[in-house]
């Protein structure tokens, strides 16, 4: 009987082990190039920017702590953490929820708001010049289609799936 387990490995090929390693070293450095951006301009991290960012395009700025981490697609130990955080700057605060004892909201905060508003300039040129403006039109067409295959690939769609916000 042959079995996944039992097969030989899929080895990548010479170009696919450069093309992998080009896209672990560039988005490292990305995240790391963010993140200190954040942190210098904004004192925080790129984490707690997307979360304000995604706070700030919901409904009444405000979502329930579960959507919260299921769109930030982070466990809801550290998003608990940073909101936490984020609360302690004044920029979020939690609302229990009236139909469910045990459901929160994080809501984005005027004064989050403004942080954002301030924050978001820096932060845009700061993606512009680390990845727009180094590619041509053609190649910032390819990368986005390229990312949407993965990002369809890569979410789960069966029911039980181990999702981070779930955890």
């Known amino acids: 009987m042959n079995t996944a387990s039992a097969e030989e490995p899929r080895w990548l090929t010479d170009e696919e082990q450069r093309t992998w390693r080009a896209y672990v070293h560039a988005s490292t450095l ?19 920017y997307h979360l304000l960012v995604v706070l700030s395009e919901a409904p009444q700025r405000r979502l ?4 919260l981490a299921m769109r930030a ?16 700057n004044g920029w979020v605060r939690r609302e ?3 139909d469910d004892k045990r459901g929160q909201f994080a809501v984005l905060t005027d004064q989050g708001y403004e942080v954002l508003a301030r924050s978001a300039p820096g932060h845009v040129l700061a993606v512009r010049q680390a990845i727009f403006d180094r590619l041509s039109p053609e190649q ?15 979410q789960p769609k069966e029911a039980g799936a ?4 779930l955890r």
């Open 30 to 48: 990305l995240e790391d190039h963010l993140d200190r951006q954040l942190q210098r301009d904004a004192g925080m991290p790129h984490v707690y």
């Open 64 to 67: 329930r702590m579960t959507e």
């Open 73 to 88: 697609k982070i466990t809801r130990s550290r998003l608990s953490h940073a909101v936490a955080r984020l609360e302690k």
């Open 96 to 98: 229990d929820c009236t």
């Open 140 to 154: 910032r067409g390819a990368l986005g289609e390229i990312m949407q295959i993965l990002a369809e690939g890569l």
């Open 162 to 165: 181990d999702l981070p916000w």
